[in-house]
């Protein structure tokens, strides 16, 4: 197929990455992609948020799937732009995106379809802020409503720190107030065809910065699949992603086909697992960051063919997609001051000697050619990912290759997958 992939970050890179793998060789193009993916596949210069522009791209060039990696295009009405022209897009329309793109979106949809979430207040000022967060206590969560890159979201023991983020965020929109989740949290992505789900493999993503999870919120430090706790509790990993099913991934998706918003495309949904069983954080509707680049590696079933009928409308009485039981981790690179104003510019080195350890791949995320030289083009830099047959092989060589890539000032975590090794 001739395939067209929106977005320059490590999710594209790894959704690239799957597509190349499969017999017969497609024909993809990214847009507008980075330094890393360029060196894989033809980028072009193209706004992937101008809905117009792809449109008028993809008819031109013959595209027969466009795959929308980010949010802002999917909110920004791309999908819908492709599917007016008859040309097959994997990710939701603009209705249905705001499922990510307004929190008080999703949560009206959860309530009407009996999903299990946290309660929550919407705040349009400072003081309906206050008494929101005096009603539900401490812990404090406070949620931007709107696309925030993964930094809307704050929990704090400090009031005066909540009160903070909620001015700030309250600047652009209106926030959300919930009620604290305790427990482990899961990301498991499901294909979506506007009636029908497919899910891939559950993944565990880590989103402060530093160690032992201090630090600030992030896009995502590092992310490891499958989850072997999840059998502790469950009694497999299939019973909890068939319960997930049953009573959150399809009941949003009816819920939504109700509407006249059929979600076509991932739906991403970002769980907790409380005493009082699982509860949905966030949905997201597109693949996530950096957990798509644990899930697909070990991906069997070709991507492309799963992409494809969730576009058409044809997952119904499909397989589920097969995964390799190898396990993946990824570690996250990040620029110095990251996630504040992170130092862009400085060279990297020493990825040849990195992607020589065994069982690695890089997904660049945030990476452009200066002179001829790669340098650090954002906050997070590249994505280090290893497979191997059990998370002690997957860990060490994640790490040793990270350990042998240069960039001045940068920073990881040193525990990503570390409660599931030994």
């Known amino acids: ?20 793998r499969e017999e017969p060789a497609h024909d993809i193009v990214v847009a507008p992609g980075n330094a890393g993916i360029a060196a894989d596949v033809r980028a072009v210069a193209l706004d992937p948020n101008d ?49 990510e793109g307004s929190k008080t979106f999703a949560k009206r949809i959860m309530d009407e379809a009996g999903v299990p979430t946290g309660r929550a207040l919407r705040a349009g000022s400072l003081a309906e802020a206050e008494a929101a967060l005096d009603e539900y206590g401490a812990p404090y969560v406070v949620k931007a409503d709107g696309l925030a ?10 009031r005066d720190a909540a009160l903070a983020h909620a001015t700030y965020w309250l600047q652009h929109g209106s926030v959300l107030i919930e009620e604290f989740l305790d427990g482990q949290e899961v ?35 590092g992310a490891y699949s499958p989850l072997p706790w999840l059998a502790d509790r469950f009694g497999s990993e299939q019973a909890f992603v068939d319960e997930v099913i049953d009573t959150i991934a399809l009941p949003t998706v009816r819920r939504l086909a109700a509407e006249d918003t059929p979600f076509i495309g991932l739906l991403y949904c970002g769980l907790i697992l409380t005493d009082a069983g699982i509860r949905v954080i966030e949905f997201n509707a597109r693949f996530g960051d950096p957990e798509t680049q644990v899930v697909l590696p070990r991906l069997v079933t070709p991507l492309s063919g799963l992409l494809l009928a969730a576009s058409s409308g044809e997952l119904g009485g499909m397989d589920r997609p097969e995964f390799s039981t190898d396990v993946a981790v990824t570690v996250v690179l990040a620029s110095e001051n990251y996630p504040g104003t992170p130092v862009t510019g400085r060279r990297i080195g020493g ?18 050619l200066q002179g001829g030289e790669l340098v650090a083009s954002g906050g997070r830099v590249l994505s280090v990912v290893a497979a191997g047959v059990d998370f002690d092989e997957a860990r060490a060589r994640a790490y040793e290759a990270i350990g042998r890539i240069t960039l001045e000032g940068g920073q990881f975590r040193t525990d990503i997958a570390a409660r599931v090794a030994g």
């Open 351 to 368: 990825l040849d000697a990195a992607s020589a350890v065994p069982g690695v791949s890089i997904a660049h995320a945030a990476t452009s």
């Open 51 to 99: 809905p117009a522009a792809v449109t008028n791209f993809a008819n031109l060039n013959n595209i027969e799937l466009v795959v929308v990696g980010p949010e802002a295009p999917l909110v920004a009405g791309v999908a819908d732009a492709l599917r007016t022209r008859g040309i097959p897009v994997f990710g939701p329309g603009q209705s249905a995106a705001a499922l």
């Open 187 to 221: 990301s498991l992505f499901l294909l979506s065809d506007g009636h029908n789900v497919l899910p891939l493999s559950p993944a565990q993503d880590y989103k402060r910065l530093g160690d032992g999870d201090a630090g600030p919120n992030t896009g995502g430090m």
């Open 149 to 158: 890159a993964g930094k809307g979201v704050l929990v704090t023991e400090d």
């Open 1 to 20: 197929m001739r395939i067209l992939v929106l977005g320059s970050g490590a999710r594209e890179h790894a959704i690239i990455t799957a597509l190349l």
